[in-house]
């Protein structure tokens, strides 16, 4: 059974396409707005996703009420992978789905070869670092904002990197 099975029966998990993309904007849009105050612009825009979905993957978590979360992952050089935009609904925000995302895009990147992941968080949210380094993440850096003709506020990345554990097999769980 897997991770996300074990603890949501009704939940399922699939990868967007192409297709998913009037649905994923104005989603991530919604879920970012509280957030958001830092820019001039949403948080996206239908060539931006499109510009993700050529690069990585966004797993999107649904039950049968709808959408309920999404994160975004990016297999990289060196077994590296990358983690980003975690949106959940901000109807049913507070739950857990936040960490079970974050779970499952760890778990997605370790099975395609990831034995390190990264991610970008923006330095005015404290208290999302605070969250990352609770799951094991550390400070590795800082990168400056990509876009900073959008700001209202001076900002930049903070680079944080998590090392995965081996998915153990059969020879590491049995002792003899």
Not at 49 to 63: C, I, M, Q, S, T
Request: hydrophobic content about 40%; proline content about 6%.
């Amino acid at each position: 059974m897997s991770l996300l099975q074990a603890e949501n029966p009704v939940a399922g998990l699939r990868l967007a396409t192409i297709d998913d993309t009037d649905l994923l904007v104005p989603f991530i849009n919604r879920a970012f707005a509280p957030d958001n105050y830092f820019k001039r612009t949403e948080r996206t825009n239908s060539s931006q996703v499109a510009e993700y979905l050529r690069k990585g993957f966004f797993l999107l978590l649904e039950d049968t009420v709808g959408l309920l979360g999404l994160i975004y992952t990016e297999l990289r050089e060196d077994n590296h992978g990358y983690i980003g935009m975690i949106a959940i609904d901000p109807d049913r925000q507070g739950g857990g789905i936040g960490t079970r995302l974050l779970q499952i895009g760890e778990e997605f990147c370790r099975n395609q070869g990831s034995n390190v992941i990264e991610i970008s968080v923006i330095n005015l949210r404290p208290d999302l670092v605070a969250w990352y380094q609770r799951r094991g993440y550390q400070i590795v850096g800082e990168a400056p904002y990509v876009r900073p003709e959008i700001l209202i506020l001076p900002c930049h990345f903070i680079l944080m990197e998590k090392t995965l554990a081996p998915t153990p097999t059969a020879d590491t769980d049995n002792p003899n």
